[in-house]
């Protein structure tokens, strides 16, 4: 029987795979290395800690971008710096549970820096992502599909703090207190832009 | 609209919403991982892994950085000449302990490399000043970002560029 390949145990609320370790020695000194928490080994400056965070976060990040509105060309651009900002940071990763919402702190710090800089530029790269088709039949297919592009357009014509708050908690599945917490605000202020987003959602889509 | 369907969709949208990303794009990640991460106090958890490798840390930190700079040269890093292997070389003796300003300088490659107008101060400059310019980056209205040694960033306008860098040639002549 074939033996699915082992995940590397995982600490509650830690939402990446931990990818397996090469042991170029044979010596077993990556087994050990793999005991420590991949937080502890980033704080310790290992950079095969680094590289490993970068494979489990780049293509998530770079859709964050993505979602946020930013085109591709600024998406892959942003992700490069959020990773910048990483390894400028690592000295204040607390441990594993936090690398998540560390790392999407910087990044949502990241992308609203990009705003401010490219005011002119606050397109709507949401559009550019192609909407695949569901597996609804018929009609109510086509009904749906378009109820699902004028949301998406709803959405990339919010302000950007509005839009920031849709993509936290709905498309990137976050709750409010962990949400609110990559925003930089308080929990109160994100519920009241979540309903103002979508307050404005509705009345676009009505 | 009900709240509900609304809920609901943009649910779906953020599940629908993807997109392949561009191969390579981790690896170019990768390869600008500084030579030294962050300054991080030494504390357990590098003992720790220290002791459990049996070896002293400065022989662990050296043949680490060695075999990075090795691997970084050998398999596409920033040039598979000799030149780029001194080059990274002086570049880790010189920013030895100064994680934070090799950082910057990650950033300052990259940002050079994408062809921004970007220019590097760390050479000239007294790095143990903490609010010296280490790097400035013209943006497209014409404003500065620029990037203290201790990391911190400000936007600027011409102005106030001519006058930090005239207030820092000051303090070096003085």
């Known amino acids: 029987m074939d033996e699915k390949p082992k995940l590397a145990e995982q600490k509650p609320g830690l939402t990446y795979p931990i990818t397996e370790q090469r042991d170029f020695g044979g010596s077993g000194a990556s087994a050990r290395q793999g005991q420590y928490p991949l937080s502890a080994r980033l704080r310790a400056g290992d950079r095969a800690a680094a590289a490993e965070l970068v494979d489990a976060y780049y293509e998530p990040i770079y859709l964050f971008m993505r979602r946020l509105g930013h085109d591709r060309h600024a998406s892959e651009d942003l992700t490069q710096e959020v990773f910048f900002g990483a390894w400028h940071h690592i000295g204040q990763l607390k441990d594993d549970k936090a690398l998540n919402g560390w790392l999407y702190r ?24 192609d909407l695949p088709a569901g597996s609804e039949a018929g009609p109510e297919k ?29 498309m990137q599945q976050l709750t409010i207190a962990e949400a609110a917490e990559i925003a930089g605000i308080r929990q109160g202020t994100f519920k009241s832009r979540l309903n103002r987003a979508l307050r404005s959602l509705k009345e676009s889509v009505a | ?38 300054r991080h106090k030494i504390g357990w958890d590098t003992v720790n892994i220290i002791i459990d490798l049996r070896l002293s840390k400065s022989v662990a930190a050296a043949a680490i950085i060695i075999a ?12 598979s000449s000799v030149r780029g292997l001194v080059q990274d070389s002086v570049l880790l003796v010189k920013y030895w302990g100064r994680e934070d300003i ?15 107008d970007v220019k590097w101060y760390g050479d000239s400059i007294d790095t143990k000043d903490s609010r010296a310019v280490l790097m400035q980056q013209r943006l497209p209205d014409g404003r500065y970002v620029i990037t203290f040694v201790d990391g911190g960033e400000k936007e600027v306008d011409s102005q106030e560029l001519l006058d930090l860098l005239g207030r820092m040639l000051q303090g070096k002549a003085g």
């Not at chain 1, 990009?114 to 992502?129: L, P, S, T």
């Not at chain 2, 990075?68 to 040039?79: A, E, P, S, T």
């Not at chain 2, 300052?108 to 994408?114: A, C, Q, S, W």
């Open chain 1, 106 to 129: 910087i990044a949502a710090n990241v992308s609203r820096l990009y705003w401010r800089r490219h005011k002119h530029n606050e397109v709507v790269g949401i559009e550019q992502i």
């Open chain 1, 142 to 170: 086509a009904g749906h599909q378009e109820q699902l592009e004028l949301v998406r357009a709803a959405v990339a014509k919010l302000p950007v703090k509005l839009r920031e708050t849709i993509v936290l908690h709905y």
């Open chain 2, 1 to 38: 609209m009900e709240d509900k369907k609304v809920h609901e969709l943009l649910t779906e949208l953020g599940r629908r919403l993807t997109e392949p990303v561009r191969p390579g794009l981790g690896e170019e990640i990768k390869q600008r991982i500084p030579h030294r991460l962050s």
């Open chain 2, 68 to 79: 990075m700079i090795l691997l970084l040269n050998l398999f596409g890093g920033r040039g």
């Open chain 2, 102 to 116: 090799s950082a910057v300088r990650s950033k300052y490659e990259y940002l050079l490399h994408r062809g921004e």
